[in-house]
């Protein structure tokens, strides 16, 4: 399997770890109601979420199905839904970093909605990474050989991991420490 392709499996994994991580912190809430959440180990896992899905695995997944679909490899209406529910999930991410914020800055938000949008991010982020490794990964896996990943590579920036790199970035040295 070609290292960037490895590398998408090992993304999801990672990002499937940080959804449990903030499941955890509600979960943790309905057994125990005096319980206060850990807002700034949220605001972390919210703030690299915003971050590397946006800028590297997004790309990388849809340069890798731009060139499936020029080069006659794939289907096209793999390629919109993808592109679609990226987008879509890059704005529900922008929106729940907003509404922590919020909180950390002193302004009141129900504990009933924060958990609504918690829920409901949790949902459909689960449910894009499920459907992309149903859809899409097999036939990437099939039709993609090391010549195709070669030059999806020269379309994409360097971007190390700022979490799960060797040695993170200053901003998420604490989270990974929690990990
Ligand atoms: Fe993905």
């Not at 990474?129 to 097999?138: G, H, I, M, T, Y």
């Amino acid at each position: 399997m070609h290292d960037l392709m490895k590398r998408l499996r090992r993304d999801h994994r990672n990002l499937n770890r940080l959804f449990d991580m903030l499941e955890e912190q509600v979960a943790r809430y309905d057994r125990d109601s005096t319980f206060e959440p850990d807002l700034l180990l949220i605001l972390d896992i919210v703030a690299y979420l915003n971050d590397y899905p946006r800028i590297y695995h997004h790309p990388l997944e849809e340069e890798a199905v731009a060139l499936m679909v020029e080069r006659n490899l794939g289907d096209n209406s793999v390629n919109e839904f993808i592109h679609d529910q990226h987008q879509n999930l890059e704005q529900a991410t922008e929106r729940l970093s907003s509404l922590f914020n919020m909180i950390v800055n002193d302004h009141p938000v129900p504990i009933e909605q924060t958990r609504e949008a918690l829920d409901s991010y949790l949902e459909m982020s689960r449910k894009h990474l499920q459907s992309e490794e149903d859809r899409l990964f097999p036939v990437m896996e099939k039709v993609l050989g090391n010549d195709e990943w070669e030059v999806v590579a020269s379309r994409l920036p360097e971007r190390l991991d700022p979490l799960f790199a060797e040695n993170p970035d200053d901003a998420f040295v604490e989270l990974r420490r929690r990990m």
